[in-house]
């Protein structure tokens, strides 16, 4: 059983509307999702910063689309909001949880956030790749951390038990995360001293998540895990190995980042592969320590 913390299926559908959820194109569709032993998957809600409408509005729109396209028209795909609605899924039915990527989309407006919040988002990442009214970012301003909205977002975040997701914020910014938030996590990072990326979070900073027991989902982002044109499942496998050597046997996920992406992982190109993935992991890890990254390690901090 797998908890994939990160796609952007939702910015497909929405891209496109004519598709729906059983699209061949997507790497997560509802054919491919049913046949894999993916559990819970997490929509993210990313709207582009150079979208020339409104973000709030869009993201609105993202959050119509998760029900009417993803979760309606299939009995056995449930919208899943805590602990105790994974744990109560029926063996034929699978989860579907919203987050957020990005908090351009509420502007300086914590009314607007707590509004997302309350639609069932569960995981709020600060920031994308441009700097933004919370926090500097790891590809623009990186020595900028949380600004005092910034801190004011996390406050909310940590009142309604929400997840602070650091993928793709600054070195600053997680330093500053890291003091204020209760539930901080990476939905889809790799580890920097194994292939150096700025997407990729340092050996620091991961032992200080490893200490509060914080998710850090591994990404199956090619180009954030190995140099090449051929990036393969023991490349990934790597990073987590690594992440395991340094103490993070309590925080190690998966975030896929599944739709999200041109290039793929060889033998792990869709939803459906991830039985390559977990296949490979338990050649070499217990089945407890498996069960830890496929599940535990995510709905531990789930209210």
Not at 140 to 166: R, S
Not at 223 to 234: H, L, R, S
Not at 248 to 271: P, R, V
């Amino acid at each position: 059983m797998v908890i994939d913390m990160h796609c952007d299926a939702l910015l497909k559908l929405w891209e496109d509307r004519s598709k729906t959820f059983d699209d061949d194109d997507l790497h997560i569709s509802y054919s491919k999702w049913v046949e894999s032993p993916v559990k819970v998957q997490c929509f993210a809600i990313f709207v582009p910063p150079e979208i020339n409408e409104d973000y709030f509005n869009a993201a609105l729109e993202m959050v119509d689309l998760f029900h009417e396209k993803v979760v309606k028209p299939y009995d056995n795909i449930k919208w899943v909001q805590s602990k105790e609605d994974i744990e109560t899924l029926k063996p034929h039915e699978k989860g579907a949880m919203l987050t957020l990527e990005g908090c351009h989309v509420v502007g300086e407006d914590l009314h607007k956030l707590r509004t997302l919040l309350r639609l069932g988002i569960k995981a709020v990442g600060l920031t994308w790749n441009n700097t933004n009214a919370v926090s500097g970012t790891c590809v623009e301003e990186p020595e900028k951390g949380l600004t005092a909205f910034g801190k004011e977002v996390v406050q909310v975040l940590n009142e309604y038990k929400v997840y602070t997701d650091c993928s793709h914020l600054s070195p600053a910014g997680i330093d500053d995360v890291l003091k204020y938030a209760d539930y901080p996590m990476f939905s889809h990072s790799n580890a920097k001293s194994i292939y150096a990326h700025d997407r990729n979070v340092s050996d620091e900073h991961l032992k200080q998540f490893f200490n509060k027991k914080a998710p850090v989902g591994l990404t199956f982002v090619p180009y954030f895990t190995a140099e090449g044109d051929e990036v393969t499942i023991d490349d990934l496998v790597k990073h987590l190995d690594h992440l395991y050597e340094l103490g993070g046997q309590d925080s190690i996920a998966f975030g896929s980042d599944f739709d999200g992406i041109s290039k793929t992982i060889k033998k792990l190109e869709h939803i459906g592969d991830y039985d390559n993935l977990i296949q490979k992991v338990s050649e070499s890890y217990s089945s407890e320590d498996v069960h830890k990254f496929s599940y535990d390690n995510f709905v531990r901090h789930l209210d």
